[in-house]
């Protein structure tokens, strides 16, 4: 394989972690649905989707959580408790700051949400260290759909195997090979450095 010219992450579940159970408590304390019913309700609703494709804005958004969760409190506080999810992966996070070091430019390629984004930009300094953004509310379409990644290779410039891409999706890894990108499924930050290091990205 040709060495890659730039690099891909995902957020979630990559340089992220994050726990929907940490706002459905904080929501359905506020409201009237059960925790357990408004965890499923969040993992369940196409509300979500519609805010990660840019079809529903925050407010339209949590307007329609009122109305499903009968939540009490004001937009700024549940922005808060619906944000207030995420933990840095550190292992990851060094990974990246390596290869930006190394001047490797590297993007963020996320299915997010501007409530989720302005948390993260806001808590976690690393974010600030890439060279770009594709960012499914602002493209309008959500990975493994292929206009996402043709985003990607309009922003950055590359197409390919000049492009090294990692997402813990089997399906959104799966989409980004079918168009010739280089690809490593994150299970673990061990496996994950392993491949970074077999494809000669450090030394």
């Not at 430019?105 to 890439?130: C, G, K, L, M, Q």
């Not at 493209?139 to 985003?151: S, T, W």
Request: aromatic share 10%; net charge negative; with cysteine.
């Amino acid at each position: 394989m040709s060495l890659p010219k730039i690099i891909a992450f995902d957020l979630g579940k990559v340089l992220v972690d994050f726990d929907y159970s940490i706002a459905a408590r904080r929501i359905a304390a506020r409201g009237t649905m059960g925790v357990k019913d408004l965890h499923s309700f969040l993992g369940q609703s196409p509300l979500l989707v519609e805010l990660e494709c840019g079809r529903l804005t925050r407010q339209g958004f949590f307007e329609e959580m009122q109305r499903a969760t009968g939540f009490r409190g004001a937009l700024d506080e549940f922005s808060g408790f619906f944000a207030d999810i995420f933990t840095e992966m550190p292992e990851t996070i060094a990974l990246h700051a390596e290869l930006h070091r190394r001047r490797i430019p590297t993007y963020i390629f996320s299915n997010t949400n501007d409530i989720a984004v302005e948390h993260v930009r806001r808590n976690f300094p690393f974010f600030a260290n890439f060279d770009g953004y594709i960012l499914s509310y602002e493209v309008g379409v959500m990975k493994p759909e292929a206009g996402i990644y043709e985003a990607l290779e309009k922003l950055s410039g590359r197409s390919g195997a000049e492009i090294l891409y990692l997402d813990d999706r089997p399906e959104n890894v799966a989409a980004g090979s079918a168009r010739g990108w280089q690809v490593i499924l994150h299970e673990t930050a061990e496996k994950t450095r392993a491949a970074v290091e077999k494809l000669g990205l450090l030394e």
